[in-house]
C-alpha cells in the first residue's frame, strides 16, 4: 500500500463538505459605505450547530461554536473609525430566524438615512484609479479611499474652500450657503478645476 493512502482526501478547508456547509450557514450579507469605504459583513448561523461567525470584508471577526442559545447578538467593530455593530438574531416562527444589522445604535436603513445628511460622497475616476471621496459634514474630515486626507481651509467671498491632493492633482470641496434654511450648505467637489458630481444615496 502506497504511503499517504489513507490520509483524508481533503486537507484544507477547500473541501466540498466544508464550502458546502459555509455556504448553508451564510445567512445574511449586508453592505455599509463608512467613510472609509463600502464595507462588507457576512454572517453565518448554524441553528443545528449553534455556530455564530461574522465577517468583515472577509476577515474573520468572530467565531462562537455550540451556542444553545440561538437567538441574541453579536457586537464587533467595522471600519477604520472602529464604528460599532451588532447583529441580531430574533426566532420569527419555529425555525426561522431574523437578522437585523444596527449601526452604531441604529438600524442600518436608519444609520444610513442619517449618514445620507451628515456626509457627501463623489465616486469618480482620477490616473485610472477609482476614487471615493467623503465629506464629513459635521468634522469636515475629508476621506479618499479610506485615507484620512491633510486639508486645509480657507475662507472665501461665498463660503469656505477645504483644499486637499489626490496624486499631483488639486483638490477642494467648496461649501456656500443654499439661502435655503432646508437645504443648508451646498458642498461640491472641484478636481483639477472641474465640478464632480455628488453621488446620492
Not at 93 to 115: H, P, Q, V, W
Request: overall charge negative; hydrophobic content about 35%.
Amino acid at each position: 500500500m502506497a504511503s499517504g493512502d489513507d490520509s483524508p482526501i481533503f486537507e484544507d478547508d477547500e473541501s466540498p463538505l466544508y464550502s458546502l456547509e459555509k455556504m448553508t450557514d451564510l445567512v445574511a450579507v449586508w453592505d455599509v459605505a463608512l467613510s472609509d469605504g463600502v464595507h462588507k459583513i457576512e454572517f453565518e448561523h448554524g441553528t443545528t450547530s449553534g455556530k455564530r461567525v461574522v465577517y468583515v470584508d472577509g476577515k474573520e471577526e468572530i467565531r462562537r461554536e455550540w451556542m444553545f442559545k440561538l437567538v441574541g447578538k453579536e457586537t464587533f467593530f467595522v471600519g477604520a473609525a472602529k464604528t460599532k455593530a451588532t447583529i441580531n438574531i430574533d426566532a420569527i416562527s419555529g425555525f426561522a430566524y431574523e437578522y437585523t444589522l444596527e449601526i452604531d445604535g441604529k438600524s442600518l436603513k436608519k444609520y444610513m438615512e442619517n449618514r445620507s445628511k451628515t456626509t457627501s460622497t463623489w465616486v469618480l475616476r482620477l490616473d485610472g484609479e477609482d476614487l471615493r471621496v467623503v465629506l464629513e459634514k459635521d468634522t469636515m474630515d475629508v476621506w479618499c479611499n479610506g485615507q484620512k486626507m491633510e486639508t486645509a481651509g480657507e475662507f472665501v467671498d461665498d463660503g469656505t474652500e477645504t483644499h486637499f491632493s489626490v496624486g499631483n492633482h488639486g483638490c477642494y470641496i467648496k461649501a456656500v450657503s443654499s439661502g435655503k434654511r432646508k437645504e443648508g450648505i451646498i458642498h461640491t467637489l472641484i478636481v483639477d478645476n472641474r465640478e464632480i458630481p455628488e453621488l446620492t444615496q
